[in-house]
Each structure stands twice: as C-alpha cells, then as structure tokens.
C-alpha cells in the first residue's frame, strides 16, 4: 500500500506542479526529437525536427543531447521515450548526473526484447509498421489523438477498463494536432517505436548505471516495468506506482507526482 505524501499548500503546489511539468516536457521533447529519425537529405538536427520552421518555436531553447559541456550534478526527469532517453542521458555522463527520475516507460533491453515489446499493446504494434499509420492517422491527426490519450489514461481500454476520459484539455490537443499534423513530425513520432530493435541493442550494450534512481508508474504496472529497469538501473533507491493514474503519470495525478519529485530531487 502506497502512503500518499502530505499535501503542499496550494500555492506552493502550482508553482511546483508547474516547474515539475515544463521540466518533464522539456525532456520529453528533447529526448522524442533526439530519438528520431531525420529524413534523407535533412540538414536539420534531429532534435530539432519537430519545431523547425515553427512560427511559435522561434528563439525557443533548442539542446543538442551531447552538447553538455558546463553542466554539473544535473538532475534528470524522463517520462515514456523521454525516460529512455534520460536514462541514456546518466549512461554517457554518469560523473554529471546527480539524479534520474524514470517515469512510466519498460526499457527495451535485456529483460524484453523487441517483438516482445511490439506485443504489450495494440498501438505500439500499430505504430511500428512502415507508412501504415501514416497513412490511416495523416488525414485524422486530432481525432486520432483525441481517441487515443484516453486509451492509456487510468481505466482506459488499453487495460481493459471502460473509461473514455482524457487527461488533457481541448486546447492541449489542439496544439498537440497542430504540431503532429506536419508529415515530418508525425513520421518522426512513428519512427521512435520502429527504431525499438536498435533500442534493444544499445541498451544491451551499455554498462548498468548507478546514479540514484526514482522509479514512478501507472498504478498497478511497477512490478512489470521494475523488471525491464532494474538489470541497467542498479540504484534505484525510491519505486511508486501513482494511485488513479494511467500512462499520463503529471496529468493525472499532479499532486503525487510532484511531491515524489520534490522529495527525491533534493535528497
């Protein structure tokens, strides 16, 4: 049975809810992007593809994954292909990293491989094929997504739950519509689950790190996704699944999951 930490006052709560937010957006940009592949012929970083040539994106900060020179005792937050990536991030510059909080994500590795991992559920099988999903999602970007975010919510179909509730806003997928509407960026989206085979290997080949770790889940998922984690991750010294929450760990219960970032980032 999971304690639930004790509650914030509220203004502290939205300040550290919203620091904690842009944090884990910030990386899971980044990582997405850096994860990606760049079209043939594409001089643009793949880091970078998905806001290039975004009005709303000019003079944004843009960071290049290995370009880290200066940063010291970093801590660092992942969530889904952003925790990958941040867990990639403690590999390579293990002396730099502090801390690492890994959110929601199995880790293509030594304890599942890729067609294991296509298998776990219907959309990472689905967005794994060659122009398939584009083909099916391009005309349809908003409502697929709109029908998609709930599937992976708290209680939703991809459990085996019922509930159609999405965690974000009409406005939020909106924007999210927006972006994903540009072929290149839906292609590159797609092109993070068709790259789960080289994933496997990279991670098989790396070294376990030992950074402190903090371990956050979808409620009832931590013994699964613990088990893909813990022969790379070998200090791993806080692991919680978050109560009423599903795939959308900060959406869904934001109070949680800010106390345990709080709490772990300044230990």
């Known amino acids: 049975m999971i304690a639930a930490p004790r509650p914030l ?3 502290f709560l939205l300040s550290a809810h919203t620091v904690a937010t842009v944090m884990l957006t910030l990386l899971l940009t980044t ?4 994860c990606s592949t760049p079209t043939a012929g594409d001089d643009v970083p793949a880091y970078a593809a998905a806001t290039q040539d975004d009005p709303r994106f000019e003079n944004t900060f843009r960071h290049e994954f290995a370009d880290v020179g200066g940063v010291r005792d970093a801590r660092v937050i992942g969530h889904d292909f952003g925790a990958a990536v941040a867990f990639r991030y403690a590999g390579q510059f293990p002396d730099d990293t502090a801390r690492l909080a890994y959110l929601d994500l199995p880790l293509p590795g030594p304890a599942i491989n890729a067609p294991a991992y296509r298998s776990l559920t ?3 099988a689905f967005h794994s094929q060659r122009r398939v999903p584009e083909a099916v ?3 349809d970007v908003r409502e697929y997504l ?3 975010y709930p599937q992976v919510s708290f209680g939703g179909t991809a459990s085996g739950g019922t509930s159609d509730r999405s965690p974000f806003t009409r406005s939020e997928i909106d924007e999210y ?3 994903h509407s540009r072929p290149k960026v839906l292609s590159g989206g797609f092109e993070l689950y068709r790259a789960l085979d080289k994933d496997v290997r990279d991670t098989v080949a790396a070294a376990p790190i030992r950074v402190p770790a903090l371990l956050m889940t979808a409620q009832g998922q931590l013994n699964a996704i613990r088990g893909t984690v813990a022969p790379r991750m070998t200090n791993i010294v806080r692991a919680v699944d978050v109560p009423k929450a599903g795939h959308w760990l900060v959406e869904e219960n934001p109070p949680f999951v800010t106390a345990e970032l ?3 980032l300044d230990g």
């Open 122 to 124: 219907w959309h990472i």
């Open 137 to 139: 999602v391009g005309d």
């Open 31 to 34: 990582g997405t992007a850096a």
């Open 9 to 11: 006052p509220r203004r």
């Open 146 to 148: 709109a029908l998609f």
């Open 262 to 264: 709080l709490r772990f």
């Open 177 to 179: 519509a927006r972006t």
